[in-house]
C-alpha cells in the first residue's frame, strides 16, 4: 500500500511540472518570436519495493520521472505590421543580438531605433550586422530591408541615391536543438553548438514572427492534466482511507 502512494505521488510531481509549462506557454501566447516548451518524463524503476517481501519483477517499483524539457523550434505565424523596423525570418535562422550576458540569438523581429540611433529590439539588445551593431543617422529616411538582410536608407527628404547601413547577421547552428533559453525569446548556444551558414533563409520586412504556440493544444493539454490530477489525487486518498481502517481494525482488542 506504501509503495502505491509513493507512485501516485510521484505521478503528481510530474503533473505538477508538466502543468508549469503549459501555463507559461499559454501566458506567452502573444509573445513575438516565442517557441514553445514541451515535458520529457520516463519511467523509473526502482530496485526493490518499500516492503521487500516480493519475488522477481515484482519486487520492483515502477515511478514517474520529471527528465527535462525541450523547445518546438518550429517556425511561427507571419504577421504583417507594415512597420519599417519590423522584419520576419523565413525558415531557419536567428538574429544575432548583444545582451549585458553576452551575445544572444532571438526570432523576435520587433525592432526599433534607441537615442543613440542604434538598432535594438524591444528589450533594448543592440541588432547586431555582419560588422557590430547597426547604427542609422538623424537624417536617414526611407528604410529598407532586403530579403538577405541588407538595410539601405535615404539621407534625408530629398535624396536621391541610397546609403548603406548594414547587413542584418542572421545565423543557423548545426543542432539548433541543444539552444537553451534565456529570456522570453531569446537563446544562448553552447559551445559545442556550431554556427553554420543559411543558404535557404530570407528576411520580410514589415511582419514579425508571432509565437508558435497552439491555444487550442495547450488549452486541451491543460484540462487533461487538470482531470489526470484529480483523478490520481482521488486514489491516494482512498488508498490511505483503506491503510486508515485496516490500522484501526487490527487495533481493535477481542471481547
Do not use: C
Not at 532586403?146 to 539601405?152: E, F, H, P, V
Amino acid at each position: 500500500m506504501q509503495n502505491s502512494l509513493l507512485v501516485g505521488l510521484s505521478r503528481q510531481v510530474a503533473l505538477s511540472r508538466e502543468l508549469d509549462v503549459v501555463a507559461n506557454n499559454i501566458a506567452n501566447l502573444n509573445t513575438t518570436g516565442f517557441k514553445a516548451d514541451g515535458t520529457v518524463f520516463e519511467e523509473f524503476i526502482a530496485p526493490t519495493a518499500r516492503a521487500n517481501g516480493f519475488n522477481g519483477i515484482d519486487s520492483r517499483v515502477s515511478f514517474v520521472h520529471d527528465r527535462a524539457t525541450w523547445v518546438d523550434l518550429s517556425q511561427g505565424p507571419i504577421e504583417r505590421t507594415n512597420n519599417p523596423l519590423d522584419v520576419a525570418i523565413e525558415g531557419a535562422g536567428y538574429f544575432a543580438v548583444q545582451t549585458q550576458r553576452g551575445e544572444r540569438y532571438t526570432r523576435n523581429g520587433a525592432m526599433q531605433i534607441n537615442a543613440n540611433g542604434e538598432l535594438v529590439t524591444a528589450e533594448g539588445y543592440q541588432v547586431l550586422g555582419e560588422s557590430g551593431p547597426i547604427v542609422f543617422q538623424p537624417k536617414d529616411t526611407n528604410i529598407s530591408i532586403a530579403r538577405d538582410g541588407t538595410i539601405s536608407v535615404r539621407e534625408g527628404n530629398n535624396a536621391q541615391t541610397e546609403s548603406q547601413r548594414g547587413k542584418l547577421r542572421v545565423v543557423g547552428f548545426d543542432r539548433p536543438g541543444l539552444l537553451q533559453k534565456d529570456g522570453a525569446s531569446t537563446f544562448n548556444a553552447p559551445a559545442t553548438v556550431v554556427q553554420q551558414p543559411l543558404p535557404y533563409s530570407r528576411l520580410v520586412q514589415g511582419a514579425v514572427e508571432k509565437s508558435n504556440v497552439r491555444s487550442v493544444v495547450e488549452m486541451t493539454r491543460m484540462i487533461e492534466i487538470t482531470r489526470t490530477y484529480t483523478q490520481v489525487a482521488t486514489l491516494l486518498s482512498q488508498q490511505s482511507d483503506m491503510r486508515r481502517t485496516a490500522i484501526e481494525k487490527l487495533a481493535e482488542v477481542a471481547n
